[in-house]
């Protein structure tokens, strides 16, 4: 990013917060237009980016599979609008240990960033495609209406300085997103003029962001003209919480709440925001990190209570979800533990008078 000075290792980048302190520090017509970054190995990927003073255009190209980590922490609150292609982003917050953005393949999301420390993954495929728009707050308020879906809670989380995904639901992104994206990044005229194309298309972006949501949104309406209706998607909710190691088939579930397999598919993404499967995946990660945390057990019989028959298979969907493998993550909780302690104390002598 352009607030990041020294170059740094992929092991160093976990261990190591990253202040993004230029961000929007810029005058009005002042713009850093760049191809090289210290977060990025050039080797593995291509990266550009086009800095103003309201907005941070990123667009990185993958060569290869790669999972990269590192740990940031911005001076300024912003909202990132991403785009992921081949990738999948994950936001996690330091001060909850919480993931509070996940950020799948083909998916676009608007986060808001606050000022707290966080720990960031990025996991790569082949020919995978990132685009990151990141906006100043005060311009960002000029487009969000007050009847927009993300008006409560982008005000809310503001106001408690709590970082939050925005879009509650998945947003996928169309062929008119994609476009733009490529109109953008493509664009070949300098400094001011870009800076005038860039906005202008990055207007009509998030106008199409906030479109596509807003039909998200008021096609839940549908569901709740029949509480018996919505009521079955939480007891199919229910039935796979109870126990998250049985392997359940849609049909099984529809028919244990009374309903049709077609019906569950898209009234419980309706509901929830996620698919059945995509649910259940999550719920298994979850309960699956929290018994290698909390309890003294080999990852054979982690699996097996998160429903699946093969350690080996359960290693291989924990490495893609989280990150890392299973029998790293208590040597991860001790390093970040150490971490946050060293943080609060350089934190605590910034406060001491000189």
């Known amino acids: 990013m352009a607030s990041v000075r020294p170059m740094l290792s992929n092991e160093l980048l976990k261990e190591t917060v990253i202040p993004y302190s230029d961000l929007f520090q810029m005058e009005e017509h002042e713009v850093v237009e760049s191809h090289n970054s210290d977060l990025f190995d050039p080797h593995n990927c291509d990266f550009y980016e086009f800095l103003t003073k309201d907005i941070h255009f990123i667009r990185i190209l993958g060569n290869s599979a790669q999972t990269h980590e590192f740990s940031f922490k911005s001076y300024k609150p912003y909202v990132s609008l991403v785009f992921s292609f081949k990738c999948r982003g994950i936001f996690n917050n330091r001060l909850t240990g919480k993931t509070f953005a996940d950020v799948q393949h083909n998916q676009s999301s608007l986060i808001f960033i606050n000022t707290q420390v966080y720990d960031n993954s990025w996991i790569r495929e082949a020919d995978s495609e990132l685009y990151i728009i990141n906006i100043e707050v005060d311009y960002f308020k000029r487009f969000l209406s007050s009847d927009n879906p993300m008006h409560e809670t982008f005000f809310s989380s503001l106001n408690e300085n709590n970082p939050v995904l925005l879009n509650e639901r998945s947003i996928e992104v169309t062929s008119r997103m994609k476009s733009l994206l490529y109109d953008m990044f493509l664009f070949e005229h300098k400094s001011y003029y870009k800076t005038l194309y860039l906005k202008s298309k990055f207007i009509e972006l998030l106008m199409l962001q906030f479109q596509e949501y807003e ?3 008021k096609a839940m309406p549908e569901i709740y003209t029949s509480d018996s209706n919505l009521e079955k998607m939480y007891d199919v909710k229910d039935i796979i919480d109870a ?4 392997s359940c088939t849609l049909l099984d579930l529809a028919q244990q709440v009374g309903t ?13 925001g996620t698919t059945v499967f995509g649910y259940v995946h999550t719920q298994r990660m979850n309960r699956s990190k929290e018994l290698l945390i909390n309890e003294d057990m080999k990852i054979a019989e982690v699996a097996k209570l998160s429903g699946y028959k093969h350690a080996s298979h359960f290693t291989t ?16 909780l001790i390093t970040l533990f150490h971490q946050s302690e060293l943080v609060f104390e350089l934190e605590a002598l910034a406060l001491l008078p000189v």
């Open 215 to 217: 039909t998200l949104y």
């Open 243 to 246: 126990d998250i190691s049985r």
């Open 260 to 272: 049709n397999e077609c019906y569950l598919k898209k009234h419980f993404k309706q509901v929830f």
């Open 317 to 332: 969907a924990f490495k893609k979800y989280f990150g890392y493998l299973p029998h790293q993550i208590k040597l991860l």
